[in-house]
């Protein structure tokens, strides 16, 4: 879990003046050459669009442990998640004596993108763990077929029109959660089937929420947001054999899936750029 505030932070106090050529940590530019300062996400826009779009609980620190490596004027392209130790010494640190290589989980990535959606930043896989326990809203529960032909197809078609192509794939039940989403990053969750095989796989699965995913759901279709490796390694952990799961689109799927190609980034960031 998250850990939560105690008590307050310590005041912060006007920094001794900085040494000529540098500025402190609220500035714009950093101490170390080549490196970028850590900034605290604060504003009152930027949080508010994060806890409306995804429904935050009251337990999850967006307020308090959330930074960035770009001042937010320049709109930062990815927010980390720190925690409550780290926080308390960053903003202790006003002349950067610490030199910060690389601080906190990515939770959030910009999502630039033609259409206008309510919330810019979509969540990050690799922050998934940390943010789902807390999100209330775009959460859809699919059924384990479903979730696994999306997995294999990467790309499927979620409106309801004269082909049935989406009836034919969804039931009515999930095509539901997902008319009940707002378009923009959602995260696909599945039903555990009903036997034991996944308990005794090279990876066990009791818990549903270690196998969901972020997806992008658009006007008529739902793309995957990771990279076919991430795809092919959960088809092999629920069972399926990930080299010959990826199936042929037919030209629909195939279609929907170009119309997302300009608004998902389907392959994730790589780690080392945390």
Same mark, same amino acid.
């Given at each position: 879990g998250?850990?939560t505030?105690?008590?307050?932070?310590?005041?912060?106090?006007?920094?001794?003046?900085?040494a000529?050529g540098?500025?402190?940590?609220?500035?714009?530019?950093g101490?170390?050459v080549?490196i970028?300062?850590v900034?605290?996400?604060k504003?009152?826009?930027?949080?508010?669009?994060?806890?409306d779009?995804?429904g935050?609980?009251?337990?999850f620190p967006?307020?308090?442990?959330?930074?960035?490596?770009?001042?937010?004027?320049?709109?930062?392209?990815r927010?980390?998640?720190?925690?409550?130790?780290l926080? !308390?010494?960053?903003? /202790?640190?006003?002349?950067? &004596?610490?030199? $910060?290589?690389?601080?906190?989980? =990515?939770?959030?990535?910009? %999502?630039?993108?033609?259409?206008?959606?309510?919330?810019?930043y979509?969540?990050?896989?690799?922050?998934?763990?940390?943010?789902?326990?807390h999100?209330t809203?775009?959460?859809v529960?699919?059924?384990f077929?479903?979730?696994?032909?999306?997995?294999?197809?990467?790309?499927?078609?979620v409106?309801?029109?004269?082909?049935?192509?989406?009836?034919?794939?969804f039931?009515?039940?999930?095509?539901?959660?997902?008319?009940?989403?707002?378009p923009?990053c959602?995260?696909?969750?599945?039903?555990?089937?009903?036997?034991?095989d996944?308990?005794?796989?090279?990876?066990?699965?009791?818990?549903?929420? !270690?196998?969901?995913? /972020?997806?992008?759901l658009? &006007?008529?279709? $739902?793309?995957?947001?990771?990279? =076919?490796?991430?795809?092919? %390694?959960?088809?092999?952990?629920?069972?399926v054999?990930?080299?010959?799961?990826?199936?042929?689109?037919?030209?629909?799927?195939?279609?929907?899936?170009?119309e997302?190609?300009?608004?998902?980034?389907?392959?994730?960031?790589?780690?080392?750029?945390?």
């Amino acid at each position: 879990g998250i850990p939560t505030e105690t008590s307050p932070l310590p005041a912060e106090t006007a920094p001794p003046s900085a040494a000529p050529g540098t500025t402190d940590r609220a500035g714009r530019r950093g101490r170390w050459v080549g490196i970028d300062p850590v900034f605290f996400v604060k504003s009152p826009e930027l949080l508010k669009s994060l806890e409306d779009f995804y429904g935050f609980q009251a337990g999850f620190p967006l307020h308090s442990q959330l930074v960035s490596r770009n001042p937010e004027d320049q709109k930062p392209k990815r927010l980390y998640l720190v925690s409550k130790g780290l926080s !308390d010494v960053l903003r /202790t640190d006003h002349l950067e &004596k610490l030199k $910060v290589i690389c601080a906190g989980v =990515k939770c959030f990535e910009r %999502q630039d993108k033609d259409e206008v959606v309510p919330c810019a930043y979509r969540l990050a896989q690799e922050g998934l763990q940390l943010t789902l326990p807390h999100i209330t809203k775009q959460k859809v529960n699919l059924k384990f077929g479903e979730y696994t032909q999306l997995l294999s197809a990467r790309a499927l078609p979620v409106k309801r029109d004269t082909s049935d192509a989406a009836t034919k794939i969804f039931c009515p039940e999930s095509l539901k959660q997902f008319d009940g989403c707002v378009p923009g990053c959602c995260v696909i969750i599945p039903e555990l089937p009903e036997t034991t095989d996944l308990l005794h796989s090279f990876a066990p699965v009791t818990n549903p929420e !270690d196998l969901a995913i /972020t997806c992008w759901l658009g &006007k008529v279709s $739902v793309s995957l947001m990771v990279s =076919k490796a991430d795809a092919a %390694q959960l088809l092999e952990r629920v069972g399926v054999d990930g080299r010959k799961a990826f199936v042929q689109p037919k030209p629909e799927s195939k279609r929907h899936e170009k119309e997302n190609e300009s608004i998902a980034n389907v392959e994730d960031v790589p780690s080392s750029e945390l």
